[in-house]
């Protein structure tokens, strides 16, 4: 990692074409970026190596492949591993210390300045300015030196041109030429570097992930040791190395307002100013979006596991001739789930109180309808260690069930937030039937007639109290939301009982 870190051992390559996506099943298209949930960026020349026979378990070089799959592992464990420390053990790693940035990057402006012979003739004003812009420059070769995994090219690219900058200043003869910082600032901070940032960071979560995943393989978990004792990583874990560039990218408004404080040119402190609002903007931009894609992938996921059974089934009372049940089309089920305007505010385990028996259930608290869902749970497991890569923000309730090969059917038609009613159970009404921390839930029609009753146990009182404050939160600011959309020419929503 440094360069073990960045190219897994394989010096950087300077070509044109910097990265490959490994590309996951579904492709999302946010406002100036294009995202591939659970993606790793790798340098084109790394991915050729990977697939270096040398590096594979089993060496045979017909069917290149990543060397940490499932796919292929004989089963002399053993020896695999052995092999793999003594390949690990033929690789020469490069060494950065000989860089010209690695010279530079604990120096003072003023030792730069003495060591080129540059005298200090500037104002005061304009020297705690240039102290402020080599403040970014060191930081920014710390950022790439010693905790970079990934965006080295871009980190390397700015940092070339600023230097450049600096260095023409620092060379330049006579007494007070100026040094052209705001151009290189503003062609990398309006330009790649903060949407490789924003790229990087709206897919951290998944590689976090997907690292946990990979650390259950002993044939990675030596390699991952191999590469965290080598020295360039100074004593710094893989996921601490990962979640660098969010650090840095929060901190590069810090820097700019820094040199912006001590600039006396009118022109100059309005570019920086910009700059930095800039760089707050993106900020701002990524946490909606983190969100947005989080969404995303939550919704996307719980409509493969929560089952839509058909009227006939889901309510006994109605009796559909087989020859007729093709004319029953469950339009809403595909879509009613649909993550572009929808959010979950609330889920989890409860227990319903039938007349001969306790069903364990699983509610989801939408913004504007409650779903009540039966969890099932097969015997057989189903191959599901990844969900938690595929979709990290469900539940560990609703993971562990997924893993056991469980789903969520549901019980009755959604219930909207302006037909739901929830009410306390008084502990003396139902201690009788063996009931505690229980709830009541009324559906009712447009017509304030109750339609279906759901006599609700949660664990914990404290579970209880939560569940009943989110409904109330929830329906309020649903009927909120309502009156301010509400036209008079437009009727009530009509539920679908009616």
Known sequence: MGTVRSDLSVSLQHNSGLFQHRRSSVVVNLPGLEVFPGDLLVPDGVASYLCHPALLLNSEPKKPRWPFSKKGVSKDKQKQA?????????????????????????????????????????????RKQQEAVWELFTSECTYYLDHLLVLKMVSLGFLSCF???????????????????????????????????QIYCLNYTSAIFYLESLRQREDFGIYLKWCEKHDQCKRLHLSEL????????????????????????????ITLYSLKEKVEKAIRDLEGKVKWLDNFQKFRYLQEIIV????WDRDKRFFIPECLKHIFKEHMADNILSPTNRHLLHEGKLTLAESIRFLDVYLFLFDDFLLITKTKHNKKKLGGSDIGLVCPSLTPELQAMIKEGGSCTVLDQPIPLDRLVVKNIDPFHISVFGLRNAFLLQHKNRYQQCIAAFLLQAQTETAKKTWMAQIKRATSCFMKR??????????????SEI
């Not at 290189?184 to 490789?196: E, I, T, Y």
């Not at 979640?243 to 820097?255: D, E």
């Open 482 to 495: 309502y009156e301010t959309k509400k036209s008079p020419f437009t009727l009530p929503a009509e539920s």
């Open 82 to 126: 052995f092999d793999l420390e003594n390949c690990l053990s033929t690789i020469k790693i490069t060494d950065y210390s000989g860089n010209e940035f690695h010279s530079l990057k604990d120096k003072t402006w003023e030792e730069v300045l003495e060591r080129h012979e540059k005298l200090p003739s500037e104002p005061p004003d304009l």
């Open 163 to 197: 230097f450049s900058t600096i260095k023409d200043y620092i060379n330049s003869s006579g007494s007070a030429s100026s040094m052209d910082f705001i151009s290189v600032l503003s062609k990398h901070f309006r330009g790649r570097l903060c949407q490789s940032h």
């Open 242 to 269: 990962l979640v660098t560039p969010l650090h840095r990218l929060t901190r590069y408004p810090m820097l700019l307002k820094n040199i912006w404080k001590r600039s006396i040119d009118a022109k100059e402190k």
């Open 308 to 311: 839509w059974p058909p009227l």
